[in-house]
């Protein structure tokens, strides 16, 4: 449990930081009281960090559950298993991103989903701590595409890499930076800081991928970022109190 407990530390508040000092501090969107902020901001990646941990674990078993031996033997009877690691890697990640896709339209879709997700929605200052504000339920919800990869074979030493890349991902997409002209480029494949944050806006249900672009072109719920001014956006739901119902996603 301390190892996890160090490594989810290490992830999301590395990841953080550089994201921050290299690209937010340097280049901001808005002008954010970082002080003022902070705290909050803190206590509410504290409490998301200790669920990712209860929840690694709690996957950890569902896997052994929900993987039997018989399922991994037909996949590697149709030669999936023995393709290159690099090619289970893109697989298991297309994978998990149609998964999130799915799961976050229904979130947006229906009443009882949406409390799960209404507290990462209350974020009205869009940086790169804000983006840990996530309830358990959702949290749980979202991680089901992550047995993607044992089940597509890939080793553990590989996920830490998988775990840290989705940290800084995470951290990236939600930063306070400058929309560019670059990122345009980018998202004809991945999503970038301004395409998720018009997520964020009111115009809330587009934009719903979490590493690729394709799934919201495909289904229609994709919006160009260049044909909106990113300052006449508004970033988050009403605000409402947070309750511990909204913080567990109940």
């Given amino acids: 449990m301390i190892t ?7 992830a999301t508040f590395v990841t953080g930081a550089l994201v921050w000092i290299l690209l937010e ?5 808005r002008e954010i009281k970082y002080a003022e902020v902070f705290v909050k901001d803190f206590g509410a990646a504290l409490i998301s960090i200790f669920f990712t941990i209860i929840i690694s674990y709690v996957y950890a078993d569902l896997i052994k559950l929900l993987i039997p031996a018989s399922f991994k033997e037909l996949l590697g009877g149709f030669g999936v ?10 697989l298991a990640y297309f994978i998990k991103d149609f998964w999130y896709y799915v799961c976050h339209w229904w979130m947006h879709h229906n009443k009882y989903l949406w409390q799960t997700h209404l507290w990462h929605h209350s974020i009205q200052q ?16 979202f991680q089901v595409g992550f047995i993607a990869f044992p089940l597509l074979s890939i080793p553990p030493e590989v996920m830490f890499y998988v775990g840290l890349l989705g940290a800084l991902h995470e951290n990236w997409t939600h930063s306070n930076v400058q929309w560019r002209s670059w990122m345009g480029m980018l998202e004809w494949i991945f999503v970038t800081p ?11 249900a587009y934009n719903m991928g979490s590493y ?5 072109r495909l289904f229609g719920t994709y919006i160009n970022p260049d044909s909106l001014d990113p300052n006449q956006q508004i970033f ?14 109940i």
């Fill in 4 to 10: 996890q407990i160090i490594i989810g530390w290490l």
């Fill in 25 to 29: 501090k340097p280049d901001p969107l």
């Fill in 81 to 90: 298993l023995s393709l290159p690691i690099w090619v289970r890697l893109i």
């Fill in 126 to 141: 869009l940086w790169w701590l804000a983006a840990q504000r996530t309830s358990f339920t959702s949290r749980f919800l």
């Fill in 194 to 204: 301004r395409y998720h944050s018009l997520h964020h806006t009111q115009i809330g």
């Fill in 212 to 216: 690729f672009t394709i799934f919201d």
């Fill in 236 to 249: 988050g739901v009403v605000e409402q109190p947070i309750t511990w119902q909204k913080v567990v996603g």
